[in-house]
């Protein structure tokens, strides 16, 4: 499984993958190889000629983030951060449909918007694993169950076949 995870992510940072990401959700590229390629320079250039894949805000904003990186700062993941990441984005996207809806954005509203939000991200509650262990969560839902056997019967018959493939092979 770790082999499978290490693969997967070599291949999420190759030049075409990043680039093609790049290109389609507005994001940079995470390697310096990846931002530094020839292609991904040309995509950059051609800023406003359609207002589809070289959309001038999505590209002027990359640029900005691009030149400013060392103006930027991560955090190291912790249980529950995406949650309050989730939570933050919506406190600023309420506060801001509020504001172009010109209703009152005071205490109270702030209060009822960080209650609603807190309840609803559950950012007050103890996390199970800093309880002492995992919580019991029941069992699986009868379509995961279905899912999970599926996937594991693909991967035995894939077995199967390379195995049958290589018994053939030895046997010439």
Do not use: C
């Not at 640029?63 to 249980?79: E, G, I, R």
Request: glycine share 6%.
């Amino acid at each position: 499984m770790v082999l499978a995870s290490w693969l997967f992510t070599q291949f999420l940072l190759t030049n075409d993958v990043q680039i093609a990401y790049a290109e389609t959700e507005g994001y940079a590229p995470v390697t310096r190889k990846a931002q530094q390629s020839a292609e991904y320079q040309d995509y950059l250039a051609r800023a406003g000629e359609d207002n589809g894949e070289h959309y001038a805000v999505k590209i002027a904003a990359t640029k900005l983030l691009m030149d400013n990186t060392a103006h930027t700062f991560t955090t190291p993941v912790f249980n529950g951060s995406t949650s309050l990441r989730d939570a933050a984005g919506q406190m600023i996207e309420d506060v801001t449909k509020s504001v172009r809806r010109k209703q009152t954005v005071d205490e109270a509203y702030m209060q009822k918007l960080f209650s609603d939000v807190n309840s609803l991200y559950r950012l007050d509650q103890i996390s199970a694993s800093g309880a002492g262990g995992p919580a019991d969560l029941g069992p699986l839902p009868q379509t995961a169950v279905i899912l999970l056997s599926s996937l594991a019967a693909a991967w035995l018959f894939i077995g199967l076949v390379y195995a049958v493939g290589l018994i053939r092979k030895r046997k010439k």
